[in-house]
């Protein structure tokens, strides 16, 4: 990664990557993607499984609009005092976020299934607002 790369450049260029290689992508209507279509910047939604060897393997690439809200849904790699990381994104909490009713920063371990909703404020750094 090059100094000037934000994390969603490095993405959409492995994105594009795995475009090329797996041919597995579809624009959502089912037409097969081409690496032409994708471009840095663009949002992606990628489905697969995470291998917990640094490894994620797509079976569904899909080129979406920008939401307001973002999602991230994983397995806890850590806990730090003032949040997570899961899927890589270290996840900021702070006193705006809010808990399922029986979860909190306490209680999560790494292994721990979470689905988090928030927004990301740059590169490496995910605002969650709700945890669950």
């Known amino acids: 990664m090059h100094a000037d790369d934000t994390a969603f450049d490095v993405f959409a260029r492995a ?3 795995l475009l ?5 992508a579809h624009a959502g209507d089912d037409e ?5 279509d994708v471009a840095v910047g663009q949002w992606v939604i990628v489905k697969g499984a995470y291998d917990g ?21 994983g397995t806890v790699e850590a806990v730090q005092l003032d949040g997570f990381v899961v899927l890589g994104q270290a996840v900021e909490v702070s006193d705006k976020t809010r808990w399922r009713k029986d979860l909190e920063l306490g ?9 988090v ?4 404020r740059g590169p490496r750094k995910f605002s969650a607002r709700e945890v669950s």
């Open 15 to 17: 994105c594009a990557a």
């Open 20 to 24: 090329a290689f797996t041919g597995l």
């Open 32 to 36: 097969p993607l081409d690496l032409a």
């Open 53 to 73: 060897d640094a490894r994620f393997t797509a079976t569904e690439v899909e080129i979406s609009a920008p939401e307001e809200q973002h999602q991230l849904v």
């Open 107 to 115: 209680d999560l371990a790494a292994g721990a299934r979470v689905d």
């Open 117 to 120: 909703e928030g927004y990301y």
